[in-house]
């Protein structure tokens, strides 16, 4: 039997193209979110689809929204403010968790808050099911794979290519980036190490030129050092700040220490509010179609000598994620998941199940 699926945020961008997206794919997601009015418009253009309201800040009516068994996807973000109630119920409940989110502090508590606590509850939970971070995690397998026993270092990057000087993120996704990144993130060295994001730069050959980008927390630190043979150190690199990287990685230097100075986090968190609130709320279509998401995998010896590479590209960002969260929640609704606590996308499905599903919505290998 098919397990019910419940679909949180679907009236925001990233929720209302993972409903279309699912809908496609055969699938009857109830929409819940907080407001009536503008659920129940999708839901009715979507095909009649049930909804239910619940609001993040209010965790019992969240809680309510699931029972044991369900797959529960949430895009409600940023996360790092909003995304404890949805994960709270999954693991209460005993279902099955996705999440859009790509902030490096919420995918740390996955792992070491709620991931210990749902191997007991009999929950899953997979989050950053998303553009960031499963195709790191798929090109990072795969070469892992390939290396075999050499493989000691994986290094993983992501990169944009064609949107210019447009704007490629949603409000959403810029509201995100800006409250993470006065934040620690963290890097793996035979277990977490914290660090500034941003603190490791290097290029990496993409579309025909080197190109810069800067070290991030993600959720490939956590899962390919439980790949056999796992690698004992694992970095990943985001290529999304073209020519302004040097400065992110020198103000990443310099910040963490001024933001050390009192009242200088919540200033930094303001002006990025400040900021975000005067792009537009959803990406141009039309640019989106020229993007190219590039994502690396890579893996070195000891020596630091090249054992294997992997490279995947995809479309859209947005598309990517919506369709990874579709596939996701599908398949797990479908057919389960392996494995309670916290997973990543190969423990879940499995290198080949992933890599076919993958290959089906459009991210392959070059
Ligand atoms: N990992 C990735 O690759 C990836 C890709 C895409 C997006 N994302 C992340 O996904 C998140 C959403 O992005 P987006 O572009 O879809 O943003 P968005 O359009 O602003 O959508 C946010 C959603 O959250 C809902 N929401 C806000 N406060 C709420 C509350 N108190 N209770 C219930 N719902 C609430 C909004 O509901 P209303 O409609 O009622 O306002 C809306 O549905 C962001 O954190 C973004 O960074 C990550």
């Not at 907080?34 to 049930?50: C, H, T, V, Y």
């Not at 050959?205 to 790949?227: D, F, K, N, W």
């Not at 043979?229 to 290529?239: K, Q, R, S, T």
Request: hydrophobic residues 40%; charged residues 20%.
């Amino acid at each position: 039997m098919t397990a019910r699926i419940v679909l949180l945020g679907a009236t925001g961008y990233t929720g209302r193209r993972t409903a279309e997206e699912m809908v496609g794919r055969g699938l009857r997601p109830v929409l819940a979110g907080r407001s009536p009015r503008r659920l129940a418009p999708l839901a009715q253009r979507l095909g009649d689809l049930e909804t239910a309201t619940a609001d993040a800040t209010d965790a019992a009516s969240v809680r309510a929204l699931v029972t044991e068994g369900d797959v529960l996807v949430s895009t409600v973000g940023p996360f790092v403010q909003l995304g404890e109630a949805a994960l709270a119920a999954a693991v209460e409940a005993g279902a099955t968790y996705l999440d859009s989110t790509g902030e490096p502090p919420f995918i740390r508590r996955v792992f070491e808050e709620f991931g210990p606590l749902a191997e007991r509850t009999g929950a899953s939970l997979l989050t950053a099911f998303g553009n960031d971070y499963v195709p790191g995690n798929l090109a990072g397998a795969l070469a892992l794979q390939l290396a075999g026993e050499q493989a000691h270092r994986v290094e993983v990057a992501y990169y944009l290519t064609g949107g210019g000087r447009s704007q490629v993120f949603s409000r959403g996704t810029l509201a995100s980036l800006a409250g993470v990144a006065t934040e620690q993130v963290f890097t793996w060295r035979d277990g977490i190490s914290a660090e500034p994001a941003g603190l490791r730069m290097r290029t990496f050959p993409v579309a025909g030129r080197e190109r810069p980008a800067l070290t991030i927390g993600s959720s490939e630190h956590y899962t390919l050092p439980r790949l056999h043979p796992g690698p004992h150190e694992v970095d990943v690199y985001l290529g999304w700040f073209g020519p302004a990287t040097k400065a992110v990685h020198l103000g990443s230097r310099v910040g963490s220490s001024l933001l050390r100075l009192p009242g200088a986090r919540p200033l930094v968190r303001r002006l990025g509010e400040l900021a975000t609130s005067r792009v537009a709320e959803e990406p141009d279509p039309a640019v989106l179609e020229r993007v190219t998401s590039h994502f690396i995998g890579a893996t070195f010896d000891a020596a630091g000598t090249p054992q294997s590479e992997v490279r995947l590209v995809a479309g859209d960002p947005y598309r990517l994620t919506a369709r990874l969260l579709a596939w996701g929640a599908g398949r797990a609704a479908e057919r389960g998941v392996t494995g309670l606590g916290a997973l990543g996308p190969v423990d879940a499905f499995g290198l080949d199940v992933l890599e076919a599903g993958c290959a089906e919505i459009g991210l392959r290998r070059t």
